[in-house]
């Protein structure tokens, strides 16, 4: 390209701007070409995703060093490696070099961890035990009635130091502390027990796995106390056993119950059978009783049939004995109507005159 001012210049300008107009349109129709045709979209609106941790402290802790605490939470407060103070709930302002070491929820934790032990008969079992704990409360006396969850600001302290690390060597949580302790009292004391002492029952309004529980609970407390921990609760879920472990005590417990169905029946039979006999002996008592008193007066009177008379009157005994409620109420009919055939027998003989009996046994001979 010639200099400016030149003749030769307008005109190599003008072949350079003809040169690079072509070359844009061919890039540009190039361009055209390769894009895609465009489709009409439909314009969607997506839902904000859920909060991944609903109790995250406000941003205002980062920005202005202070901002609002939620009803249930408690801050550990720290200044270099040392613990400073406890803060929350409500307004809490940063200090001049303080740094926020750990958020304390202070409403009831509940932990499940799963047991297998062996009885001390080396019958495996495999349960679950649960705890439920919280943050050491402030005494009666000092509890502020607005503060929703009033906390000892010691138990802060001593939670923030109570650092542990699980059997892979990774730190554990405070939160996360009791259930692996309360499992491994579990499988202790399951050790120092039979099955059937597991099932066994001594009082109608506790189990032994209550007990067992209780028991833990103490010591589990003792323990929790120094953390800044107060433990509420601990509960043992139900027994899961073998199947050959449950056909077995199915067919012991059948075993023994019928056993019991057994000794019920024999002592109910031998009730009966005393409770018959009684009331056989009080009917034939009464009818004796009423027949004797007349039959004196019987004697005396010759144009009667004695045996008849005594007859009827044994008769009209029976009946009146057969009309007592108490008596139908333990004896049989069958029962009753040999006793009436055997008293006759025996009333016919008692009032027999002699000299028919002597007949009698002359011609037997």
Request: net charge neutral; no cysteine; charged share 25%.
């Amino acid at each position: 390209l010639s200099t400016q001012g030149r003749e030769a210049w307008s005109d190599a300008l003008a072949l350079l701007w003809r040169h690079y107009t072509d070359q844009a349109n061919v890039y540009l129709s190039s361009l055209s070409a390769a894009q895609p045709r465009r489709e009409r979209r439909r314009r969607t609106v997506e839902a904000p995703g859920p909060v991944s941790d609903p109790d995250a402290l406000p941003d205002s802790f980062k920005a202005l060093r202070a901002g609002m605490v939620r009803s249930h939470q408690a801050l550990a407060l720290g200044r270099g490696n040392s613990f400073q103070r406890a803060a929350g709930p409500g307004f809490i302002t940063l200090f001049g070099g303080e740094t926020i070491r750990q958020v304390i929820d202070l409403r009831p934790h509940v932990r499940r961890e799963p047991v297998k032990a062996t009885t001390r008969d080396g019958i495996p079992v495999e349960t679950a035990v649960f705890v439920t704990f919280r943050i050491r409360q402030n005494p009666l006396d000092v509890v502020d009635d607005a503060v929703q969850y009033p906390y000892d600001r010691d138990a802060i302290f001593q939670v923030s130091y109570a650092g542990s690390i699980d059997s892979t060597a990774q730190p554990l949580p405070w939160t996360e502390q009791l259930g692996p302790r309360v499992a491994a009292m579990l499988v202790l004391e399951m050790a120092q027990v039979t099955l059937d002492d597991l099932y066994r029952l001594d009082d109608a309004s506790a189990t032994p796995l209550a007990d067992m529980a209780q028991r833990m609970q103490q010591e589990l407390a003792r323990t929790a106390a120094p953390q800044g921990l107060e433990v509420l609760n601990v509960a043992i879920d139900q027994l899961q056993l073998p199947e050959d472990v449950l056909a077995q005590r199915l067919r012991n417990w059948q075993a023994h119950w019928e056993r019991e169905i057994q000794v019920r029946q024999a002592v109910g039979d031998a009730e009966a059978v005393r409770r018959i006999k009684k009331a056989r002996a009080r009917v034939q008592i009464e009818i004796i009783d009423r027949i004797t008193q007349n039959i004196e007066a019987m004697r005396r009177s010759d144009a009667a049939d004695l045996p008849d008379i005594v007859m009827l009157r044994m008769i009209q005994a029976l009946e009146e004995a057969m009309a007592d409620r108490s008596i139908n109420a333990v004896i049989p009919e069958q029962i009753i109507a040999n006793m009436v055939l055997d008293t006759s027998n025996q009333m016919r003989a008692w009032i027999e005159p002699p000299k028919v009996r002597r007949e009698g046994s002359d011609a037997s001979r």
